[in-house]
């Protein structure tokens, strides 16, 4: 691959990568920067879109085609639904979908929007490459589905819903409209996330005390991706 688009959310996913990189031309475009950059030769553009579904789908949007990236990994935190997932656990989804889509008014499944999928499926080669790294590196990468929607879930019951209906072991805010756009663009995608809270009451107090040292987790396992790529 040539070059490939990096994104996170938030300023403090991308900050750990930002750090490791070097050759860095910042570009403004739609209100946001991206940050074109090498890594050992690789060629990288990094992106955090600002939180929630459109603001992400305008990031990948722009990272896939006016970058002309070849593939896209996304790289945060987000919240666990399985018990079997903890704090800083890592996680690859396999694939993704949107938890607040609701046209069952019309017959459709929740999630569902015709001419589109329920879920979007994470690219294997992408994968087989954040396996091999976790088995190399002798890390416990967790795989499952991920629900996406504009909201931040700190409900115990929202949680239970979303896995039932979705059979999902974690959510957030972003990847279901990243893995839309990158399907829709044909390009191969991987998303990546590290557990900072339980989407329980708690939610929004461990959010802010495990942000930084999740997003460094993914980050960290994200560069270990990278090296096998170089």
Known sequence: ????????????????????????????????????????????????????????????????????????????????????????????????CQHDVDITAFSHPFGFIPGGQLFYESDDKLNQIARHVAKKQGIV?????????????????????????????????????VAAVAAALNRPFCVLRAISDAADTDASFNFDTFLHESAKESADFLFLMLDTLV
């Open 141 to 177: 990468l967790k795989e499952g589905i991920i629900a996406t929607g504009d909201q931040f879930v700190a409900s115990t019951e929202r949680k239970q819903w979303i896995g039932e209906e979705f059979g999902a072991i974690a959510l957030e805010m972003e990847g279901g409209s």
């Open 1 to 96: 691959m040539k070059k490939i688009a990096i994104m996170g959310a938030m300023a403090e996913e991308i900050a750990p990568m930002l750090d490791r990189v070097e050759g860095v031309v910042e570009c403004n475009l739609a209100g946001n920067v991206y940050y074109e950059c090498k890594y050992k030769g690789l060629s990288l553009v990094i992106a955090y879109s600002k939180i929630g579904k459109v603001n992400a789908a305008l990031s990948a949007s722009i990272l896939l085609n006016h970058f002309s990236c070849e593939a896209l990994i996304f790289s945060g935190v987000a919240g666990a639904i399985s018990p079997e997932l903890k704090i800083r656990d890592l996680l690859l989804a396999t694939k993704l």
